[in-house]
C-alpha cells in the first residue's frame, strides 16, 4: 500500500514549494482500495502470578527456603534473612483473559522500611516468561543504609497496553544483619 503525503517547504520570501512524499510500493491490487486506519493494540488485563519467594543461603550454595504464593495472597508469617544469604523473587505476568504470559514494560521490587520511611525500589529482569530478581543481601546492604529491621516487599507492575497496573504486598522480611560495622544507620 503507497503512502502519500504532501509536504508544504518554505524557502524564502514568499516561494512555496509542493513535495510529494511516496512511501512503499503500489501494486495495482492496491488500486481502488479504501485505506485502513492503523489498528491500535487492545488493552488488556493482567495478573501475576507463579509468584515464588525464596532465600539462597551462599555460604551453604543452595536455597533453605522456598514460599510459593497463590495470587492476590500475602505470605502469613514473615521470612528471616541474615547477612549471608540472597534474597529471590520471581513471577509471571499473566493476560487474564486466555492465562498467557505477557511482557511488562515495568516490572519493580519494592523494600519499604516503615519504621524508618526508607523504600529501596529495585527491577526484576525478564527471565525467559516470567521475572526475576536476585537480591544479594551483602553486597547490596548500602543501598539499605544497613538498616536492619522489618521490610515489606511489594511487587509493582505497570505498561501502557494493560488495563489494570498490579501492586501486590507479598510478604514481610525480617533482616537482622545489615547493620553491621554502621553507629548510626538513620544520619
Request: glycine share 4%; proline share 2%; with cysteine.
Amino acid at each position: 500500500m503507497a503512502i502519500s503525503q504532501r509536504v508544504l517547504v518554505w524557502l524564502g520570501c514568499a516561494v512555496l514549494l509542493a513535495i510529494s512524499v511516496e512511501c512503499g510500493q503500489a501494486t495495482s491490487k492496491d488500486a481502488g482500495k479504501a485505506k485502513e486506519p492503523a489498528k491500535l493494540a487492545q488493552k488488556i488485563k493482567v495478573s501475576l502470578t507463579d509468584v515464588e519467594v525464596s532465600v539462597y543461603d551462599n555460604d551453604a550454595g543452595k536455597v533453605s527456603s522456598v514460599q510459593k504464593l497463590a495470587s492476590n495472597v500475602k505470605l502469613s508469617s514473615a521470612l528471616d534473612i541474615g547477612e549471608n544469604q540472597k534474597l529471590i523473587v520471581k513471577f509471571t505476568v499473566r493476560n487474564a483473559a486466555d492465562n498467557q504470559a505477557v511482557k511488562s514494560d515495568q516490572a519493580f521490587i519494592r523494600l519499604t522500611h516503615p519504621k524508618a520511611d526508607r523504600e529501596v525500589v529495585l527491577i526484576a529482569e525478564q527471565d525467559g516468561d516470567a521475572y526475576k530478581l536476585e537480591l544479594d543481601i551483602p553486597k547490596r546492604a548500602v543501598d539499605f543504609h544497613r538498616l536492619s529491621g522489618s521490610y515489606e516487599l511489594r511487587v509493582d507492575i505497570g505498561d501502557v497496553n494493560f488495563l489494570n497496573a498490579i501492586s501486590s504486598h507479598l510478604v514481610s522480611l525480617c533482616s537482622y544483619s545489615l547493620a553491621i560495622n554502621q553507629q548510626n544507620p538513620l544520619r
